[in-house]
């Protein structure tokens, strides 16, 4: 079974940096294009970062320059580097990825749990 565990979300002040990262566990036996969702009370889960597994990253026009998607192929893991955050980041962020199940064979879709970011003073 394949799981995406998130981590690093948490409270911060306008301006501040915050880092979060996912992870694959379980049955992964490769990541193909990872990504980085967002959704604010009320609003549709938005498509903020993506990286290819060449790494090849998008980024949605406003966090572009503020925030950067990195991960590392050999250990299944996605990163997201979060500068000059402003309380309209305030969000659930969530980790997305496409994974090659090493028990199923099969590529499938995979979300992780959520993890909390509130910008406030």
């Known amino acids: 079974q394949v799981q995406l565990m998130e981590s690093g979300g948490g409270l911060v002040e306008p301006g501040d940096s915050l880092s979060l990262s996912c992870a694959g566990a379980?049955?992964?036996?490769?990541?193909?294009?990872m990504a980085w969702y967002r959704q604010a009370p009320g609003t549709q889960r938005e498509m903020i970062a993506s990286?290819?597994?060449?790494?090849?990253?998008n980024y949605t026009e406003s966090v572009k320059g503020r925030f950067t998607v990195s991960r590392d192929n050999a250990k299944n893991m996605m990163s997201l580097q979060m500068n000059s955050l402003k309380p309209e980041d305030t969000a659930v962020y969530y980790c997305y990825a496409r994974v090659l199940d090493s028990l199923k064979f099969t590529w499938d879709d995979y979300w992780g749990q959520g993890t909390q970011v509130v910008v406030s003073s």
């Open positions: 990286i290819s597994r060449g790494g090849i990253t």
């Open positions: 379980g049955s992964v036996a490769k990541t193909g294009v």
